[in-house]
């Protein structure tokens, strides 16, 4: 059985919302997309590479599958260490109007997500991954089947843009399990999940 895992990227405002380039996502009349580029150095490409060494299968939303089909085909080094497993490994897409997708490897799944992503899970050697993916991720988030997410912030507030966990998210707790920072000052932090949080007072007692 294979583990659900997520990656993201936001910035210090939470905002994930076209990391890639200034073209990849402007809704909302967003235009400054392509924030992650200056943080781009050795440290980030290491560990992203590591992540893609474990992936069994991809299960992306319509939106970052379309990004990813316009442009990692047209990679077709063999060796190349994310174009590779992108092009060579399942795909599954969470839609309900994409029909007749071109990426070889591309299944479309819908209805009732649940279970078709449990079953993918049961069915995967190796890691599920989504990558991006906002409004999947909040789904897989409320129905409690990420296993595993790898939130990578970078030093940059742009205040404005989608927020990755935006309000009306489901609440979550995670427990840390690793991280690191890279030369350029990203910060990688891996959490799995742990339930619903828990909630206190500091307040004194009253006979303190």
């Known amino acids: 059985m294979g583990k659900l895992v997520l990656t993201s990227f936001v910035t210090l405002d939470g905002v994930h919302q076209a990391p890639g380039g200034p073209q990849e996502d402007t ?15 050795e440290d980030f490409g290491r560990f992203v590479n590591e992540v893609f060494e474990r992936v069994g299968a991809f299960l ?10 316009a442009y990692w085909p047209k990679v077709t080094d063999p060796d190349d260490p994310i174009a590779a497993p992108l092009n060579a490994l399942p795909k599954y897409v969470a839609s309900s109007t994409l029909t007749d997708p071109d990426w070889a490897g591309t299944t479309v799944i819908g209805g009732d997500l649940a279970k078709e992503v449990a079953d993918l899970k049961e069915r995967t050697d190796g890691e599920l991954q989504v990558h991006g993916s906002g409004a999947l991720a909040r789904s897989l988030l409320a129905l409690g089947l990420i296993d595993t997410v790898h939130l990578l912030t970078f030093p940059v507030v742009l205040g404005a843009g989608r ?24 910060s990688i932090q891996t959490y799995d999940l742990a339930g619903r949080p828990e909630y206190g007072s500091y307040e004194l007692p009253e006979n303190a």
């Open 27 to 41: 809704r909302d009349g967003f235009e400054q997309g392509g924030w992650t580029v200056p943080y781009a150095d």
């Open 60 to 69: 992306l939303g319509r939106r970052t599958y379309d990004i990813f089909a």
């Open 163 to 186: 927020r990755l966990f935006a309000e009306g998210t489901v609440p979550t707790a995670f427990r840390h399990t690793g991280g690191r920072i890279t030369a350029a000052g990203v």
